[in-house]
């Protein structure tokens, strides 16, 4: 992966990525425009999410369409919902696309959890532990329909009997796995399978939205270290990100409630200050925790966050 990870006398050098969310667009014309700014600014990869319900794009139609309006930008899901589809339907899609994008998708995926979408489409629930195995056999059959030659494959939530799909991806073994974590085992199952961590808060079992009890410094930094552990000899090959949910100045009408009774102000997910308070918060996570890898959450921070990009991007 370009620009990521690079070896310099034994030691890792972890390079800066940016990435932001975009979520629709008035017409095709505009989203191709949302991203060609991106693209002009220096921003690594748009991505998309994944939710049956509120005014999001689906996500392979704009990914697709954002991609053959760049030509270096990176697509790809913060996080497709494992649940909505069949991880073979997946794979098929995914491998159309990086090839059609010329290799440039990455593929972001996590158990799904948003209860709204589960119920307005009819689907079940299920608790975390059970989504959480299901996604596990999915990167499984993910990374061998993307392989070489017939696959099979027999878990207790898929089976697979030898199906050879074509095409393949474009890069090999397989398009750069993300995978979203907040909770204990969705971090060490990112540690074992990812390429791409996103790390986040733990969310709720009901799917009600994320757990505010499990934000802040302290919590952070807990699952910086489940991930190191888990990942042992692998840590070095992970890059690690976060979501930064707001960028900015504080303004004085703003409460910023949200963060703050969080505590995601002590972490990179809220970076408030100046634009040279932003870019020494950014390298300081980079440099100190390994965190190189930022996406912009909501595009009203765009502006704010911009200029960052901008100035790092090189590094």
Same mark, same amino acid.
């Given at each position: 992966?370009?620009?990521?990870?690079?070896?310099?006398? %034994?030691?890792?050098?972890?390079?800066?990525?940016?990435? &932001?969310?975009? @979520?629709? &667009?008035?017409? %095709?014309?505009?989203?191709?425009?949302?991203?060609?700014?991106?693209?002009?600014?220096?921003? =690594?990869?748009?991505?998309?999410?994944? !939710?049956?319900? *509120?005014? @999001?794009?689906? #996500?392979?139609?704009?990914?697709?369409?954002?991609?053959?309006?760049?030509?270096?930008?990176?697509?790809?899901?913060?996080?497709?919902?494992?649940?909505?589809? !069949?991880?073979?339907?997946? /794979?098929?899609?995914?491998?159309?696309?990086?090839?059609?994008?010329?290799?440039?998708?990455?593929? %972001?995926?996590?158990?799904?959890?948003?209860?709204?979408?589960?119920?307005?489409?009819?689907?079940?629930?299920?608790?975390? %532990?059970?989504?959480?195995?299901? $996604?596990?056999?999915?990167?499984?059959?993910?990374?061998?329909?993307?392989?070489?030659? #017939?696959?099979?494959?027999?878990?207790?939530?898929?089976?697979?009997?030898?199906?050879?799909?074509?095409?393949?991806?474009?890069?090999?073994? !397989?398009?750069?796995?993300? $995978?979203?974590?907040?909770?204990?085992?969705?971090?060490?199952? /990112? /540690?074992?399978?990812?390429?791409?961590?996103?790390?986040?808060?733990?969310?709720? *079992?009901?799917?009600? *939205?994320?757990?505010?009890?499990?934000?802040?410094?302290? +919590?952070?930094?807990?699952?910086?270290?489940? $991930?190191?552990?888990? +990942? &042992?000899?692998?840590?070095?090959?992970?890059?690690?990100?976060?979501?930064?949910?707001?960028?900015?100045?504080?303004?004085?009408?703003?409460?910023?409630?949200?963060?703050?009774?969080? *505590?995601? =102000?002590?972490?990179?997910?809220?970076?408030?200050?100046? !634009?040279?308070?932003?870019?020494?918060?950014?390298?300081?996570?980079?440099?100190?925790?390994?965190?190189?890898?930022?996406?912009?959450?909501?595009?009203?921070?765009? #502006? &704010?966050?911009?200029?960052?990009?901008?100035?790092?991007?090189?590094?």
């Amino acid at each position: 992966m370009a620009k990521r990870l690079l070896w310099t006398m %034994g030691e890792v050098v972890r390079r800066f990525r940016f990435g &932001a969310v975009v @979520r629709e &667009a008035e017409s %095709g014309k505009a989203w191709a425009e949302k991203a060609r700014r991106l693209e002009g600014a220096g921003f =690594d990869v748009l991505l998309v999410p994944d !939710h049956l319900v *509120g005014p @999001r794009f689906g #996500p392979i139609a704009a990914l697709t369409a954002a991609a053959c309006a760049t030509t270096r930008l990176r697509v790809g899901t913060l996080v497709f919902a494992n649940d909505f589809r !069949h991880p073979a339907v997946l /794979a098929k899609e995914a491998a159309t696309l990086d090839l059609l994008s010329d290799g440039r998708l990455e593929v %972001g995926i996590g158990t799904g959890w948003m209860a709204g979408d589960y119920a307005g489409a009819g689907l079940a629930l299920e608790p975390p %532990g059970v989504r959480v195995e299901r $996604l596990r056999e999915a990167l499984a059959v993910l990374k061998g329909l993307w392989g070489d030659g #017939p696959f099979s494959f027999e878990g207790r939530h898929y089976r697979v009997s030898g199906l050879d799909q074509q095409p393949k991806p474009v890069r090999r073994p !397989h398009p750069p796995l993300l $995978l979203g974590a907040g909770g204990p085992r969705m971090l060490r199952l /990112a /540690a074992e399978e990812a390429d791409v961590v996103n790390i986040g808060m733990r969310v709720k *079992g009901d799917g009600s *939205g994320p757990d505010t009890r499990d934000g802040g410094l302290e +919590a952070f930094l807990r699952k910086l270290g489940i $991930l190191r552990a888990a +990942a &042992a000899d692998r840590y070095d090959h992970l890059e690690l990100g976060t979501s930064v949910v707001q960028a900015g100045e504080r303004k004085a009408e703003e409460s910023w409630s949200a963060a703050d009774s969080s *505590g995601l =102000d002590e972490t990179p997910q809220v970076l408030l200050g100046t !634009h040279h308070d932003i870019v020494d918060k950014v390298r300081y996570w980079r440099d100190e925790h390994d965190i190189s890898y930022f996406v912009v959450h909501h595009e009203r921070d765009l #502006p &704010a966050f911009t200029p960052v990009v901008e100035e790092l991007a090189t590094e």
